[in-house]
């Protein structure tokens, strides 16, 4: 089966900082990869060049085998890459159903958008609040102000299963939330991957990383150093050490 995400010999400076070396990553259809490593390792780097925020010193992106040109974050969605950072990028005074087709509506949408009414909208919103899993009734047109840090995390998910990006990309999705509200995110991943989209999940806590991924990559120094860990068959103290340098990965890079 070919890849979906397929980055190739990946190097990255920041004048004299190497924040990536000869990087090879790889993310399958369906598939929630974890993406772990030390502060500095260079995780955010990685996936910010796959985000099209960053580019490369040098390297390759094939996307479904094609190679792809991602100089911009709109030429990243066009490839069906969505990515949500830590304090996603909510417009927190306008409303969910307003945050949930922010500026998309000229980039992939449907004609129709941009005479679409707002019981529509709201409409959309609805379904779709339901489907990332958001239990509790909320009215789409509540600001996203008015919505605990999970609940935003899940409008965010919810615009990408929308606009039906293939890979949806995390990056330290469960800062600053509480205990329920972290399980919430991580069954909006696993519905995510259920209903057929992959995810790269970064977390500092792994075990968060440990009840949601498929497989773990390991990033040490700029370097890839892990690959394939399959967190059913080692245990968290293994992955540990190989994030700290303790241990070599028995199945490394
Ligand atoms: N914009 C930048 N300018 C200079 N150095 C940077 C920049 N972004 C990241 N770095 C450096 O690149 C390395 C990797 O950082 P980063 O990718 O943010 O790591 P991680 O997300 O794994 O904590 C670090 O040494 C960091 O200081
Ligand atoms: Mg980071």
Known sequence: ??????????????????AL??????????????LLGDNGAGKSTLIKILSGALPTSS??????????DIRSTSDAIKYGIETI?????????LSIARNLFLGREPLKGPK??????QDMMNEVARDLLRKVGISKPIPPTTPISALSGGERQAVAIARALHFESDLIILDEPTNNLGVEETQGVLRFVRNARDSGHSCIFIAHNIYHVFQVVDRIVVLRRGKKVADDI????????EVEHIITGMLE????A
């Open 1 to 18: 089966m070919t890849d979906l995400v397929r980055m190739e010999h990946i190097n990255k400076f920041f004048g004299q900082v190497q």
């Open 21 to 34: 070396n000869d990087v090879s990553f790889n993310v399958r259809e369906s598939e929630i990869v974890g």
């Open 59 to 68: 390297g390759d992106i094939f996307i479904k085998g094609q190679k792809a």
């Open 85 to 93: 950072y830590q304090d996603s990028a909510l417009v927190t005074q």
């Open 112 to 117: 129709f958008f941009g005479r679409m009414n």
């Open 230 to 237: 399959d967190p059913k068959k080692t245990t968290i103290e």
């Open 249 to 252: 990965a028995p199945n490394g």
